[in-house]
């Protein structure tokens, strides 16, 4: 059974960088399909906010594009994100996701298909 | 971006009744070289994660029990559940993967009456 687990500090600071890893079990992230995040300000709607291979290609929301970075540790079968410049704003449930990719009119596309309980990350001083 | 609007925001539905909930998109999400419509609906009950229920547009995911059924090509979507269950009660959201950024709608708050 697959499932994926958010860690993460819990509390950042405003203007600071927030990260936060998923962890993967009962499959391997090398094998294939995309993994993300996406983020659920509370009380509020759901926020695509980047997407990640196996082998590093990555894609963001052009909304946070310019704060957002992603990785892969597939010897941990972990990947994470980054943050900076958080504000309050970017107070939210993030949930990681196993992302089902398919062709999509600007490229590839993606819906989620496998979720992660999701973490609370609030930004405060 | 394309924008997902979704009607009601809240319904409250009998036992047993039936639920329709609506999606629209600001512009066509039918890939005619596919012949899809790229929509998914999700299910997030109160403190959990969102369940993926259906995917283009009217397949359900496996697993999912056939009272939920999804309509709808070009601009406008429905969401059904023939029979409301209890076990139902939740937040339901559709979203768009047509192009990206991938976009979800408000959500729309089923309730028992």
């Known amino acids: 059974q697959v499932q994926l687990l958010e860690s993460g500090p819990g509390l950042v600071k405003p203007s600071e960088t927030l990260s936060l890893t998923c962890t993967v079990s009962g499959y391997s992230i090398s094998s294939g399909y995309y993994w993300g995040w996406i983020r659920q300000p509370p009380g509020k709607g759901l926020e695509w906010i980047g997407s990640?291979?196996?082998?590093?290609?990555?894609y963001f929301n052009p909304s946070l594009k310019s704060r957002v970075t992603m990785s892969v540790d597939t010897s941990k079968n972990q990947f994470s994100v980054r943050l900076s410049s958080v504000t309050a704003a970017d107070t939210a449930v993030y949930y990681c996701?196993?992302?089902?990719?398919?062709?999509?009119?600007?490229?590839?596309?993606?819906?989620?298909?496998?979720w992660g309980r999701g973490t609370l990350l609030t930004v405060s001083s | 971006d394309i924008v997902m609007t979704q009607s009601p925001d809240s319904l409250a539905v009998s036992l047993g009744e039936r639920a329709t909930i609506n999606c629209k998109s600001s512009?066509?999400?039918?890939?005619?070289?596919?012949?899809?419509?790229?929509l998914t609906w999700y299910q997030q009950k109160p403190g959990q994660p969102p369940k993926l229920l259906i995917y283009w547009a009217s397949t359900r995911e496996s697993g999912v029990p056939d009272r939920f059924s999804g309509s709808g090509s070009g601009t406008d979507f429905t969401l059904t559940i023939s029979s409301l269950q209890a076990e139902d009660v939740a937040i339901y959201y559709c979203?768009?993967?047509?192009?990206?950024?991938?976009?979800f709608g408000q959500g729309t708050k089923v309730e028992i009456k």
């Open positions: 979203q768009q993967y047509y192009s990206t950024p991938v976009t």
């Open positions: 990640i291979f196996h082998t590093g290609t990555s």
């Open positions: 512009q066509s999400i039918f890939y005619s070289s596919y012949n899809k419509n790229y």
């Open positions: 996701a196993r992302l089902v990719a398919v062709a999509g009119t600007s490229g590839w596309s993606w819906y989620f298909d496998l």
